[in-house]
Every structure is written in structure tokens, then in C-alpha cells.
């Protein structure tokens, strides 16, 4: 059953109703007809006050922490081309050369895993479940502030994105307003494929109590990154029993990871991380 479904039969208040589409539509990156009733059910889709933990100096201190500890095992600026596996060993093929090793995980988003080649190509079944998983759209926009702020957030109902300004680690409020998007219909609305200038302006006459510049609007999208396709991805009504274990169970030597392959907790960087646990561990059981 779709969200658009289930909120059908909803007797309360139409204006609670709609902003409560448009907050877990946003979330999830697509429409409440395409999205399934199930999502909601979710960490991600509930209205639950809670604490909400950030990492100092952005998220990606966590990889680029990771990746200082391994040096230079880890290659920069190589893309995987194809990955060949047999009963013997996996080889990674690159355009500076290949990498033969015991096991290989591919973490790479869902919409570039269903363009990389294998040989042999993995089971139908696998591949039937990686194209019901459905491919999220957001987009992020962050707009210089001018003038001190709180701590605020407010959501844009029929724009379908919200916007907050929250405190760093040094407890002081950043001098950027942040705003998040969600859905291709929301995108298109605020015009994100021709720049950040409509979005921008828009998110300024919602928040027209901050006072922001417009002029160095800062713009971040997932769809349009070869490297990436997608911003992550999210339960559709397309989804199968049995989806969630097909997507995450390794084939012979190859192993699976990423937030898609996480369960209920894909669509989030916990489930990111949880998976690449998953994925160890399941590589030191079999192949150390």
C-alpha cells in the first residue's frame, strides 16, 4: 500500500495531514504515491522529539579519520570499472590497473551498483531486488546569514523542504541558514537543475525574519553526481518480501554494502555504518 493510500482513510485534521506528507516525503526523497505506507513506521518518519547528534566539522571526518589510519592502501581518484570474481579470488579492474585480492565489498551507491559490471553478472534475483529499491531525490541549499540567529527550524509545506539553523561545537549558532528538499515534483518546483537562485529566494521569504545572502547561496545535489545517482535510497511500493536480506547477502566473494543494504535503517548514515560492519565481519568469518 502506498502513504497516499493509508492517509486516504485519515479522519483528523487536513492541514496536520499535509504537513505530515510533506515533512516524511522529504525525508524520503519520493512522493507519497510512490512511497510505501511502511516508511512511516521508521526512525526516519516519525515526529518524535529527539536529540540529534552531529559530527564537528561534517560526516566526512568520519571516512577521511578511516581513511588517514589505512595511508596509502586507499586509492584516491581511482574508480572501479568491473569486478570479476571466481571460486579462487576477486579482481578489481581500474584504468591505472587491476587489484586481485580474497573478497571485495562493494559500497558504492545503489544507483552506480546497477551500472557496475560483473563477471560473471550476479543472480537475476539480486539484480531484480537492486532495481525495486527505490532511488531517492533531495537536495540541500545553504544560505550565509548576515545577522546572528537561534537555533530554528521551520518547514515549507507546499515547497516541500525545511530549514534550520542550528549551533556547532563551539555551542554558538552558525551564521548559515541550511534548507533540505525532497521528491523530483519538489526539485522541479524550486527549479534546483537551473541553480540555487529560485530556492534561495524562496527560503528567503519563508524565513524573512534571518537575514540572509541570497547572492552566495550554496547549492548540493545527489541525482545529477555521476559518482553517486541518487542521495540515497528509500521503500517503495515496488518493494518485495524479502528484499532487505536478497540486497545485503554476499555472492561467493563479493560482499555487499551501504546504506541500501541495511534494512530498516537505510536512507541513513547509521545504516551506512552498521552495514560496513556487517560486511567485516562477514569477510573476517569467511576469508581470514
Given at each position: 500500500m502506498s502513504l497516499a493510500e493509508a492517509a486516504a482513510s485519515w479522519q483528523g485534521s487536513p492541514a496536520a495531514l499535509a504537513v505530515f506528507l510533506s515533512r516524511v516525503t522529504v525525508t524520503n526523497g519520493i512522493n507519497e504515491y510512490r512511497m510505501s505506507a511502511a516508511s512511516v513506521v521508521g526512525i526516519a518518519s516519525d515526529l518524535v522529539w529527539r536529540?540529534?547528534?552531529?559530527?564537528?566539522?561534517?560526516?566526512?571526518?568520519?571516512?577521511?579519520?578511516?581513511?588517514?589510519?589505512?595511508?596509502?592502501?586507499?586509492?584516491?581518484?581511482?574508480?572501479?570499472?568491473?569486478i570479476e570474481h571466481d571460486e579462487d579470488?576477486?579482481?578489481?579492474?581500474?584504468?591505472?590497473?587491476?587489484?586481485?585480492?580474497?573478497?571485495?565489498?562493494?559500497?558504492?551507491?545503489?544507483?552506480?551498483?546497477?551500472?557496475?559490471?560483473?563477471?560473471?553478472?550476479l543472480p537475476g534475483y539480486l539484480?531484480?531486488?537492486?532495481?525495486?529499491?527505490?532511488?531517492?531525490?533531495?537536495?540541500?541549499?545553504?544560505?550565509?546569514?548576515?545577522?546572528?540567529?537561534?537555533?530554528?527550524?521551520?518547514?515549507?509545506?507546499?515547497?516541500?523542504?525545511?530549514?534550520?539553523?542550528?549551533?556547532?561545537?563551539?555551542?554558538?549558532?552558525?551564521?548559515?541558514?541550511?534548507?533540505?528538499?525532497?521528491?523530483?515534483?519538489?526539485?522541479?518546483t524550486l527549479k534546483v537543475n537551473d541553480g540555487p537562485e529560485a530556492w534561495a529566494r524562496d527560503a528567503k521569504a519563508l524565513r524573512h525574519e534571518?537575514?540572509?545572502?541570497?547572492?552566495?547561496?550554496?547549492?548540493?545535489?545527489?541525482?545529477?553526481?555521476?559518482?553517486?545517482?541518487?542521495?540515497?535510497?528509500?521503500?517503495t511500493v515496488d518493494h518485495a518480501a524479502?528484499?532487505?536480506?536478497?540486497?545485503?547477502?554476499?555472492v561467493g566473494r563479493v560482499h555487499l554494502a551501504g546504506e541500501h543494504t541495511a534494512g530498516s535503517w537505510s536512507g541513513l548514515m547509521e545504516g551506512a555504518l552498521r552495514s560496513g560492519v556487517r560486511a567485516a565481519d562477514e569477510v573476517l568469518a569467511r576469508w581470514a
Open positions: 536529540p540529534t547528534w552531529r559530527v564537528a566539522g561534517g560526516a566526512q571526518q568520519l571516512a577521511a579519520g578511516l581513511a588517514a589510519r589505512l595511508g596509502s592502501a586507499i586509492h584516491l581518484g581511482t574508480p572501479a570499472r568491473s579470488s576477486v579482481r578489481v579492474r581500474t584504468d591505472s590497473g587491476n587489484v586481485t585480492a580474497d573478497a571485495v565489498i562493494a559500497a558504492v551507491p545503489m544507483a552506480v551498483l546497477r551500472q557496475l559490471p560483473f563477471s560473471p553478472d539484480r531484480s531486488a537492486w532495481q525495486r529499491a527505490g532511488l531517492a531525490h533531495n537536495a540541500k541549499l545553504h544560505l550565509p546569514l548576515t545577522a546572528p540567529a537561534t537555533a530554528s527550524a521551520l518547514q515549507s509545506v507546499p515547497g516541500r523542504y525545511w530549514t534550520w539553523t542550528a549551533a556547532d561545537v563551539s555551542g554558538q549558532v552558525q551564521p548559515v541558514l541550511h534548507a533540505f528538499a525532497g521528491t523530483e515534483e519538489g526539485l522541479a534571518l537575514s540572509v545572502d541570497t547572492g552566495r547561496a550554496m547549492l548540493t545535489t545527489w541525482n545529477d553526481d555521476p559518482w553517486a545517482g541518487e542521495s540515497y535510497t528509500a521503500l524479502g528484499d532487505d536480506e536478497l540486497v545485503a547477502a554476499p
